[in-house]
C-alpha cells in the first residue's frame, strides 16, 4: 500500500492515513507503522503526543506543495525506563522543514540553478534553500584533510565596506590542488586564529604570500621549516599599486585639458606592453615624454615583469632584480624608491620563487576571478558564515554555468 512513499519520497517507516487536496497543494496525513523505543527498539512503550509537524516532500506531477503531516510522540520505554523522542528517519535533523529526498533534489539542482529560482519553482523561501546548502556545506567543510599539503598561498580579499573585519576574508589554500583550507575574518595574525589546528597535519614546506602583510611572522614562528615566498603574482600585484597611485598622483597635478586627456590614455597604462596593440605603441611612446615620471613608473613595471619571464633560476633572478633596485633608486619617483626597498627587504622571499618552483600565479589569480564572481552573487553580505562556506566550495564550482 505505501511503497509507493518509499519509492517516491523515500518514507519508510509510515503509511499515510488520509489525503486532502485543495489549491494545488496535497496534504499527506502519515501514520507511524509500529511505535518502538528509539534506544532498544523494544514495542513496550507508552506514548504521548508531543505536537503534529508539517514536512515538505517532493513535488508529485504538477503539484509541486506536498506536505506529509504526522504527529511526533514521545516514548516512554518499559525496558529502559527511559524517555525518548522518536525517530523520523525521512529528515535529516529535528527541525528540517523539508524530507530527505527533497534536500536531496535542491542540493543536486543548485549545482546550476540559482537560490531564487529554486525557491521560486518549489514555492520555498529563499532563505529555506539557503539553509539547506547551508547546512549540507557546513557538514562537507567541517573537517579539511590537509595531509598532503606542502605548499599554501595566503591572500586576503576585499569583500565591502565597513570595519577591516568586515570588509577582508583572510584565505589559506593549497598551492597545488587548489583546495581552501582556511577562511579567517579580517586580515592580519588574527584572521589565521584556526588555521593552526588545520594545518598542524601538512607537511607544509612552502608559504607563498603578499610581501605588505604580517603573515611572514606567524608562519615563521608555528612553521619554522616553511620557506617564506613573496611570488610572481604579489609581487606585480604590488608593482602595479605603485603605478596606480604615481598615475594618480600626476593627474592630480594637472590642469583640467591635461587631466582629460590622461584620463582617456589610462587604459594604455593598465596593459601589458605586448597587449597594446600595434597603432596604440606610439601613444605609449608619447605619453612617456610628457609625462616622465609615469613613463619612468611604466617602464619599470615592464622590467620586472621581465625578469619573470627571462630569468631561469635564483642567481639570474638575484643579479637581475639587484640591477632593478639600483636602476629605481636612481629615478626620481618616490613610488620606484619604496618599491625598491622593499624587493631588497624582501629579496630571499622573492628569489625563493626561483628555488621552489613557480608553484601559484595562475592558480591565484583564477581563484581571484571567482571570488570576485562570487562577491557578485552577493549573498555574502546577508550572511557572511554561508558566504564563507561557498569560498570553501569555489575550487569545485564552474562558475559560468553555476549560479
Ligand atoms: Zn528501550
Known amino acids: 500500500m505505501s511503497t509507493y512513499l518509499y519509492y517516491t519520497q523515500g518514507i519508510l517507516d509510515f503509511q499515510e492515513e488520509t489525503t486532502t487536496y485543495s489549491e494545488e497543494r496535497l496534504e499527506i496525513y502519515l501514520k507511524r507503522k509500529k511505535h518502538q523505543c528509539p534506544k532498544c527498539r523494544s514495542k513496550d512503550v507508552t506514548l504521548r503526543v508531543l505536537y503534529e509537524r508539517d514536512v515538505r516532500g517532493l513535488p508529485m506531477g504538477r503539484i509541486r506543495e506536498v506536505h506529509f503531516i504526522y504527529t511526533l510522540h514521545q516514548v516512554y520505554c518499559h525496558r529502559c525506563h527511559e524517555r525518548s523522542t522518536e525517530e523520523v528517519p525521512f529528515i535529516s535533523h529535528p527541525k528540517a522543514r523539508l524530507s530527505n529526498e527533497f534536500e536531496r533534489t535542491i542540493l543536486e539542482l543548485r549545482e546550476q540553478v540559482s537560490i531564487r529560482a529554486l525557491a521560486n519553482y518549489f514555492h520555498l523561501r529563499w532563505h529555506t534553500v539557503k539553509e539547506i546548502e547551508k547546512r549540507y556545506l557546513q557538514h562537507k567543510f567541517a573537517t579539511i584533510d590537509t595531509s598532503k599539503v606542502q605548499a599554501v598561498g595566503v591572500d586576503e580579499i576585499h569583500i565591502g565596506h565597513g570595519q577591516a573585519n568586515q570588509a577582508y576574508l583572510t584565505i589559506v589554500r593549497d598551492l597545488e590542488s587548489g583546495a581552501v583550507i582556511h577562511v579567517g575574518d ?192 552577493a549573498y555574502g553580505f546577508r550572511d557572511l558564515e554561508y558566504f564563507k562556506l561557498k569560498i570553501y566550495q569555489l575550487p569545485q564550482i564552474n562558475c559560468e554555468k553555476a549560479l
Open 186 to 377: 579580517g586580515k592580519g595574525i588574527s584572521a589565521l586564529e584556526g588555521a593552526l589546528s588545520k594545518l598542524s597535519a601538512s607537511k607544509l614546506q612552502l608559504v607563498a604570500m603578499d610581501m605588505a602583510n604580517a603573515y611572514s611572522t606567524w608562519f615563521a614562528e608555528h612553521f619554522p621549516q616553511a620557506q617564506i615566498v613573496f611570488d610572481h603574482f604579489h609581487v606585480i600585484k604590488l608593482m602595479n599599486d605603485k603605478l596606480d597611485h604615481v598615475r594618480r598622483r600626476v593627474t592630480a597635478k594637472l590642469d583640467s585639458m591635461e587631466r582629460k586627456h590622461l584620463k582617456g590614455l589610462r587604459f594604455v597604462f593598465l596593459k601589458n606592453e605586448e597587449d597594446i596593440p600595434e597603432d596604440n605603441q606610439n601613444i605609449l611612446h608619447n605619453l612617456r615624454g610628457k609625462f616622465q615620471e609615469l613613463g619612468d613608473a611604466y617602464m619599470f613595471k615592464e622590467a620586472l615583469r621581465t625578469i619573470y619571464r627571462v630569468a631561469q633560476d635564483a642567481y639570474q633572478a638575484n643579479i637581475a632584480l639587484h640591477r632593478w633596485c639600483a636602476m629605481a633608486e636612481k629615478t626620481l619617483v618616490p613610488e620606484l624608491k619604496t618599491m625598491a626597498k622593499t624587493i631588497r627587504d624582501r629579496l630571499d622571499g622573492i628569489v625563493s620563487y626561483w628555488t621552489f618552483g613557480h608553484a601559484s600565479n595562475a592558480s591565484t589569480e583564477g581563484f581571484n576571478n571567482k571570488i570576485r564572481w562570487l562577491i557578485r552573487q
